[in-house]
């Protein structure tokens, strides 16, 4: 989850020392390449965004630039400045539903964020909220055929957000891995074929 798949990386400018260590380490988290940026100095050549907060915001002379309110959120907005300009054409979430849900997000075969919930609870706030902060013109949700109570409890609460919902055969997806939920949900996600499929027009 490098920051290979990007041409630049991500800044961080803000005198907000609260908000900075919250910054580092969520995207340390997700191992996504960052630099700390001085207001006395040039924005190097290399940053494709920088973060900063309300205190900061109208002080940084650069574009594209994120008003971080929620670290989580402003994160992915970051993500979503590096992949480009303008809405993703298909946003794809895999889970691989259970007690501890695998969630990842796959835009064009690239996997740009892959975490794991402590819940099936928290898996269903992580998917509405990466909804809400991903823009996109069409959204793919693929989930899991087993665990039923947990994945139907998922697609109870998110289904209907979805253009295309599509329950996935994963009995092959488990892996002998650190992170095996997260990367039966990257499987997921990629996954061609589909037990059944949603239609949400």
Known sequence: MGNARYDKIIGLLTTNSRLY???????????????????????????????????DFDKVDFSPKVNVT???????????????????????????????PGIAVVVEGEVIEALQANSTEQAIKIVKDMLEAYCFERSRLRIGHGAPDSRNQILNKVSQLFSIVEIVDESSTTKRTKTPDIDAAITIARSKGHIEQILNT
């Open 70 to 100: 929620d670290v989580y959120r402003g994160v992915r907005e970051a993500i979503q400045m590096l992949c480009g300009d303008g809405p993703f054409k298909e946003l794809v979430i895999g889970a691989d539903p259970g007690k501890y």
């Open 21 to 55: 260590f919250d910054l580092v380490k969520v995207l340390k988290a997700r191992k996504l390449e960052f630099r700390s940026l001085n207001f006395d100095e040039p924005v190097n050549l290399d940053i494709g965004v920088v973060m900063t907060g309300q205190e």
